[in-house]
């Protein structure tokens, strides 16, 4: 048995890039069915209201943000955690620069190996 190589950061927030405009992505990881996309955000930028094929965690690591999930509205700074089921729709608006960690997660026919 083999043993797979690991991916490490030692601090996340620092590999993030905010942009004084825009919004800028980068998959950190994508093995075994889980990507880490980290997201820094310019203040005001917003990704509109969007659903996801597969159930995803957002980790805000830094700033502040307004949040929507299934129609509900949250106020997000560092430490907030939301887990979002596949089809759920969802928004991010950053009021500050913003850094948040997307994981998404593998889809329920993935989990079960099918």
């Given amino acids: 048995m083999s043993i797979q190589p690991h991916t490490f950061y030692p601090d996340l927030l620092a590999e993030a890039i905010v942009p004084k405009r825009g919004i800028h992505s980068q998959t950190l990881s994508d093995d075994a069915g889980v990507e880490l996309i980290l997201f820094g955000f310019a203040p005001g930028e917003a990704l509109s209201e969007h659903t996801s094929a597969r159930p ?15 129609g509900e509205a949250h106020e997000a700074r560092p430490g907030t955690w939301l887990r979002m089921p596949a089809g759920l729709a969802h928004s991010v608006r950053a009021r500050t620069p913003l850094v948040m960690a997307l994981y998404l997660l593998p889809a329920a026919s993935e989990e079960l190996g099918a």
Avoid at 56 to 70: F, K, R
């Fill in 56 to 70: 995803a965690i957002i980790h805000v690591l830094s700033g502040e943000a307004d949040l929507t999930a299934g």
